[in-house]
Structures are given as structure tokens and as C-alpha cells.
């Protein structure tokens, strides 16, 4: 079946702009889960969804950080008036479930560059 | 201190030797540990994972956790230049949902 699956693959983009970044996971998998990879630094957890709540937002780094999720399915990650540091890749993962053991699958990241 | 540790390498060996790979931690309450690869480019996929201490076995691949000295490990025997790849460990508590990464180490197996 089909991955998680992100989009754009690649965005370049000019300080002070705002970009949208999307990811559509896993059919039926109830959990969500947004992460940063800065180059050189492992995955950094921003943002959990259960259904179309967010009950963890504890790792945004900002208030220029938001992040939604509909339809308990699709989900978008918005960072208003960008900034250099926030050049990074975007993971977005999915899990049938959260808490104990469940697998995370992620998909293949948004490499945003901040001009 | 950072609550996972990992020494990013880089590490080249030639094909057919024994990789270790390991990461220490700092919070006990870890209870799941991951070994995720990550090939250039592409989002990390879950290789094996391990609950508790103790040994777990998957062809190749064998993954270790000594809790009491905060310990993991990924050994990967007989290595070939498929397994080139950033090898990131992952661990989280029982009840928490949130992965706690290291920062991966860059291996390259050279044919």
C-alpha cells in the first residue's frame, strides 16, 4: 500500500516568507507526528496529532510555527515569516496508534531552504 | 548533556566486516529503543526495535539494550555496500509517543 507521502519534495524560499508544507499519511493510522532534521542533527520532534487534536505541540520552536490536521488524514505544517535557521528537512511520520510500541513510518521529508 | 548520544562517524569499512554501531542515554524511563537507516534523501525506515534490555536477532542485523548502563547497539555482520546508510537510534517510554533521536552515523561500506 501507499507510504506517507510529502509534499513539495524540495522548497526554496525567501526570508520573511511564509510556506506551507504537507503530508498525507498512512490510511487509517490515527497518529501523526511532524520532526525536523537539521543538517547534521538527528530527527527533532515538533508536533504529535491524535485524530485532528493536537495534544503536543511542545517542540514547535516558535510562535511562527502551526501546524493543522483535517479529516484525520491530511496535515499541514506552516512557518510564517521564515527565518535562516529554519532551513531544515521536514519529516512527517504516521502510526496506527500512539503510546507503548507503535511503528512510526515516515515519509521521505520537505528540504526547505531559507534564502 | 543531550539525552541520546551518538557518534556520527563517519565510519568506512570494507564489505564483509562487522559494523558496531551504539548510542547512550541519559533518561531511565526509556523503555522502546529503534534502530532506524536512512539512505540520502529519503525518510528513515525502521530496522529493528527492541523492548527492554536484552538481545534481538534479524539476519544480519543484531540489536542490543543494557538498560543499566544506558547502553544500545546495532551490530550488522557481514556488511555490504546496500547497508551504506545513517544508522539513527530512537527510543521512547511506555506511555510517550515521542521518539528521541541521536544524530546518526554516516556508514559506508566500500566494495
Same mark, same amino acid.
Given at each position: 500500500g501507499a507510504g506517507v507521502s510529502q509534499s513539495p519534495s524540495n522548497k526554496v524560499t525567501e526570508k520573511g516568507k511564509d510556506v506551507e508544507l504537507r503530508c498525507d499519511p498512512i490510511s487509517g493510522h490515527t497518529a501523526l507526528y511532524w520532526y525536523r532534521q537539521r543538517l547534521g542533527q538527528g530527527l527533532e520532534f515538533l508536533i504529535y496529532f491524535q485524530g485532528n487534536s #493536537? !495534544? %503536543?505541540? +511542545?517542540? *514547535? !520552536? +516558535?510562535?511562527r510555527f502551526s501546524a493543522e490536521r483535517t479529516g484525520e488524514s491530511v496535515s499541514t505544517l506552516t512557518i510564517q515569516r521564515? @527565518? @535562516?535557521? %529554519? +532551513?531544515a528537512v521536514y519529516l512527517c511520520a504516521s502510526s *496506527? #496508534? #500512539?503510546?507503548?510500541?507503535n511503528e512510526q513510518f515516515f515519509g521521505p521529508g520537505t528540504r526547505l531552504t531559507v534564502l | 548533556q543531550k539525552e541520546v548520544e551518538q557518534d556520527p562517524g563517519p565510519l568506512s569499512v570494507p564489505e564483509g566486516a562487522i559494523v558496531s554501531l551504539n548510542c547512550t542515554y541519559s533518561n531511565s524511563a526509556f523503555q522502546y529503543f529503534m534502530w532506524y537507516r536512512q539512505y540520502s534523501r529519503k525518510g528513515p525506515e525502521l530496522l529493528m526495535y527492541t523492548y527492554s534490555s536484552g538481545n534481538k536477532e534479524d539476519g544480519r542485523f543484531t540489536a542490543q539494550v543494557d538498560k543499566s548502563s544506558k547502553y544500545i547497539s546495532l551490530f550488522i555482520r557481514d556488511?555490504?555496500?546496500?547497508?551504506?546508510a545513517t544508522y539513527l537510534c530512537a527510543m521512547n517510554g511506555g506511555s510517550n509517543y515521542k521518539l528521541t533521536f541521536g544524530k546518526g552515523t554516516l556508514l559506508t561500506v566500500n566494495p
Open positions: #493536537a !495534544p %503536543d505541540k +511542545s517542540g *514547535l !520552536p +516558535s510562535d521564515t @527565518q @535562516q535557521e %529554519d +532551513s *496506527l #496508534a #500512539a503510546g507503548g510500541y | 556488511s555490504q555496500p546496500s547497508d551504506s
